[in-house]
């Protein structure tokens, strides 16, 4: 089949909208969080400067089939990590300094969500329905329309290791990450799926990742199951 969404310029037209989500993420959780670490004054300038970052990127942003696809939030939340991480080196904050900030905001954001609802998400991860999504969309990755796309396959899970789990052999993150010279930055985001399962009791185990030479992520989920990591 052949692939489409091989250039960027798709998000261009939705920069206002983008900027918009872009400023209402720094006003709840970045701006707090760098003012711990920075001051009010270096964090204003790191964020004016990320915004300008950001607005630059998405022009260069995939099309990966928009908003039915499941993970394209995350790919654009990506970006805005992306554009703070340009920001701080800028300012010469190392890469490991911004990976650790990066953890931070990931938890910063879930923490904001009332408790009951990170209950609820936790608990709709597992349904049927939603289980059922995901074997869909691993099949639709498969075929490939979307080069700069993830792909993936569903693993069915036995209810004893895990429940279900996910093999992803292509990463959309690494790709734009890598588009941009900045791969030495991708692995401090696949650790932000930690915080996330923290948060939503999702039982993450995972061995290895693409973003640190692997050649696939394999994500294994078990509801309730304690999230162990440590920050390297």
């Known amino acids: 089949m052949q692939e489409i969404g091989t250039t960027p310029g798709a998000y261009a037209n939705q920069k206002t909208r983008l900027l918009k989500d872009f400023d209402k993420a720094v006003e709840k ?9 920075y001051g009010s004054d270096l964090a204003d300038i790191i964020l004016k400067e990320s915004r300008h970052e950001y607005d630059t990127l998405i022009s260069e942003i995939p099309d990966i089939g928009g908003k039915k696809n499941t993970r394209e939030k995350h790919l654009i939340r990506s970006v805005w990590v992306l554009a703070l991480y340009r920001a ?5 904050k190392t890469t490991e300094e911004v990976g650790r ?9 879930l923490a904001s969500t009332p408790w009951w609802i990170r209950q609820l998400l936790g608990r709709w991860w597992f349904t049927k329905y939603s289980l059922n999504k995901k074997r ?25 290791e895990f429940d279900f789990g996910t093999d992803i052999t292509e990463c959309a993150v690494c790709k ?3 588009a941009q010279s900045a791969d030495e930055f991708t ?8 915080p996330l399962s923290q948060a939503l009791g999702l039982g993450i185990v995972r061995t290895t990742t693409i973003a640190e030479g692997g050649k696939v992520c394999d994500f294994r989920y078990k509801r309730g199951r304690e999230t162990k990591y440590v920050w390297p």
Do not use: M
């Open 29 to 37: 959780h970045y701006k707090r969080v760098l003012i711990s670490h």
């Open 88 to 92: 701080l080196k800028s300012h010469g």
């Open 101 to 109: 900030l990066s953890y931070e905001l990931a938890e910063a954001q």
């Open 136 to 160: 869909k969309d691993a099949l639709e990755s498969q075929k490939r329309r979307y080069h700069e796309n993830w792909v993936l396959t569903f693993v069915e899970g036995n209810g004893k």
């Open 176 to 178: 734009f990450f890598h």
């Open 187 to 194: 692995p401090y985001i696949c650790r932000t799926d930690f």
